[in-house]
Every structure is written in C-alpha cells, then in structure tokens.
C-alpha cells in the first residue's frame, strides 16, 4: 500500500499526492538509515500505524512541516550518499523529494501534516 500525506488543511491549493509505492518495500531499508541516523522512525509519522488493529480511537497526530522537511532531508541525504542503502536509490530519493517539495508547500500555508496507508 502506498503512503498517502494528509494535511490538516483542506483544499490546500495544491496537489498533495505523490508517487510512494516506492515506500513500502522500502520500509525495512529505511528503518535501517533511521536507526543509523538516530531519527525518529517513519511509522511515528502515520495516523495510525499501518498493522495496528486496534478499534479505539486514537487523537489523530499533526506534525509541523518543518519536522518532515527535516527528516526527509536526512533519509534523502544519506540515500544519495550511500545509494547501495537502498533498491532503486535514484527513484526512491525522487519520491522522497516530491514529498518534501509538498512539505515545503504545507509550511508556507501552516499545515500540518502525517501519513496514512493508501488504497
């Protein structure tokens, strides 16, 4: 399933899609460049974590642009400088800057942001 970036701002002016089905057999690679890194591991970003069954409802979680815009520099960063960290290094860091690009986006609006899993 694709990652989908959902902004607490409907109607943003802008398309907030982008192309992430890149992301999920990445998953375990990023993973790794997060520990290796010491940030903050991408499934804390998401609404709910993709293999959570859990029914209750839980406060929906908003995180500031400028916090993304930072991660995604540092797994872009390093993917870039050891493209052999990943499948597919040069489309997968593609990917990753189109969501930065709509991060950068949202932080000129003040939206907030968190993943959800696509359909």
């Known amino acids: 399933m694709p990652f989908c970036l959902i902004l607490d701002k409907r109607e943003p002016g802008f398309d907030e899609s982008f192309e992430s089905s890149l992301f999920e057999n ?54 870039r400088s050891n493209p052999s960290s990943v499948q597919h290094p040069n489309r997968l860091a593609a990917r990753l800057k189109a969501c930065q690009d709509i991060l950068r986006k949202a932080k000129e609006i003040r939206a907030r942001w968190h993943f959800e899993m696509g359909q």
């Open 26 to 79: 990445a998953s375990d690679d990023i993973e790794q460049i997060e520990l290796q890194l010491n940030i903050k591991h991408h499934l804390q970003y998401f609404k709910t974590p993709p293999n959570d069954l859990r029914v209750e409802d839980i406060e929906t979680p908003w995180f500031e642009a400028q916090e993304g815009i930072d991660w995604l520099e540092a797994i872009i960063g390093h993917i």
